[in-house]
């Protein structure tokens, strides 16, 4: 079983739209992160969640809203979508009680039209 | 920012030693040094951490120097497959948020 999934995995859309991007883990571990890397390859870490409350908010704009139904499950949402939101997403996932070791899921590629 | 340096693209000739060093000098005591490497088009990967001992595991060896300013992560027998791009971070571990600053990072690649 992957440890970190997310869906989908390409995501193409025109702008104006709204879409949403899942991931889901099962390491039962307490804390999720959404990073974005943008076309130069720089990942940046945008929202982190600790058991479904939100603890980090990069400076995000608020077209991205993050939802943590239960602590397996951390979505981002994405208003009124932008051209320079073309970027891959990635979701990762770490547990207390560890040296914070993050996995990483495979990632979501969002292409803005 | 991140509060790494490293070169910013390596190679190695398969089957040899791959060392990939990382500048820290402004690391705090309680900072740790951990790499993660990126293969192409997928989600960035854990290797090694450590705090001021050299630590080794079925992946990697990481050295720190005695002052901690600055670290080298070793692969000992490269493969192809170890072609990525490596990210050396410095962070407080146990810490809640935990968010990781990544760099430029190293691009490795590992010729036949």
Sequence with gaps: DTAVSQTPKYLVTQMGNDKSIKCEQNLGHDTMYWYKQDSKKFLKIMFSYNNKELIINETVPNRFSPKSPDKAHLNLHINSLELGDSAVYFCAVTGTGTYNEQFFGPGTRLTVL | ?112
């Design chain 2, 1 to 112: 920012d991140a509060k790494t340096t490293q070169p910013t693209s390596m190679d190695c000739a398969e089957g040899r030693a791959a060392n990939l060093p990382c500048n820290h000098s402004t690391i705090s005591g309680n900072e740790y040094v951990y790499w993660y490497r990126q293969i192409h088009s997928q989600g960035p990967q854990y290797i090694i951490h450590g705090l001021k001992n050299n630590e080794t595991n079925e992946m990697a060896s990481l050295i720190i120097t005695e002052d901690r300013k600055s670290s080298t992560l070793i692969l000992p027998h490269a493969t192809l497959r170890d072609t990525a791009v490596y990210y050396c971070i410095v962070r407080v571990a146990y810490n809640q948020g935990g968010k990781l600053i990544f760099g430029q990072g190293t691009e490795l690649s590992v010729k036949p």
